[in-house]
């Protein structure tokens, strides 16, 4: 099956600084990517989706300017969450898809603890 | 409203047989999806019906009725490592993928 590379896996960053977690399709050109967010013991939550070469559609509630999203490249979306809280520990997890394909492939995810 | 629905947790014995169940009312269906997830890590997916019927996959299988919005994960000769998170997600008409709550199975000696 197709590869998705999350990376970092985890990530222990100040409150107040930035952090960049990178999705990576390995071995498929991803024409769309989707940005999860995840709290402890609930389900997956979308918070963008993102399309090569154009800026990403965040869902209701998500602030863009403080998870930027980009996606450059068929194979690589970037996800920055900037000024990171406290609040903003979560696991995040990205997937990638093919554009006509059903299935999308999962990430790693990144554990992101702010302190 | 889009809405997904599966039981929060069930309880099973090693070697046996467990169901879960998952109904959905979505805008659209482009069809549904199941994944594992373990703790701490990303989900896996397990299996994809978008007619109706039963798909076998080894011990996994998933059935769909569409008329029903209905759908359930059925897991035979369950090993410990089958505890798990189970996701149920459905593809809507604009191909977003609807997310239950997931249920938690715990699988006991």
């Known amino acids: 099956g197709a590869v998705v590379s999350q990376h970092p896996s985890w990530v222990i960053c100040k409150s107040g600084t930035s952090v960049k977690i990178e999705c990576r399709s390995l071995d498929f050109q991803a024409t769309t990517m989707f940005w999860y967010r995840q709290f402890p013991k609930q389900s997956l939550m979308l918070m963008a989706t993102?399309?090569?070469?154009?800026?990403?559609?965040?869902e209701q509630g998500v602030e863009k300017d403080k998870f930027l999203i980009n996606h450059a490249s068929l194979t690589l979306s970037t996800l920055t969450v900037t000024s990171a809280h406290p609040e903003d520990s979560s696991f995040y997890i990205c997937?990638?898809?093919?554009?006509?394909?059903?299935?999308?492939?999962f990430g790693q995810g990144t554990r992101l603890t702010v302190v | 409203g889009q809405n997904i629905d599966q039981p929060t947790e069930m309880t099973a014995t090693e070697g046996a047989i467990v169901q879960i169940n998952c109904t959905y009312q979505t805008s659209g269906f482009n069809g549904l999806f199941w994944y594992q997830q373990h703790a701490g890590e990303a989900p896996t997916f397990l299996s994809y019906n978008v007619l109706d019927g039963l798909e076998e996959k080894g011990r996994f299988s998933s059935f769909l009725s569409r008329s029903k919005g209905y759908s359930y994960l059925l897991l035979k000769e369950l090993q410990m490592k089958d505890s798990a998170s189970y996701l149920c997600a459905v593809m809507d008409s604009n191909y977003q993928l609807i997310w239950g709550a997931g249920t938690k199975l715990i699988i006991k000696p």
């Open positions: 993102s399309n090569e070469g154009s800026k990403a559609t965040y």
């Open positions: 997937s990638a898809k093919i554009q006509g394909d059903t299935e999308a492939f």
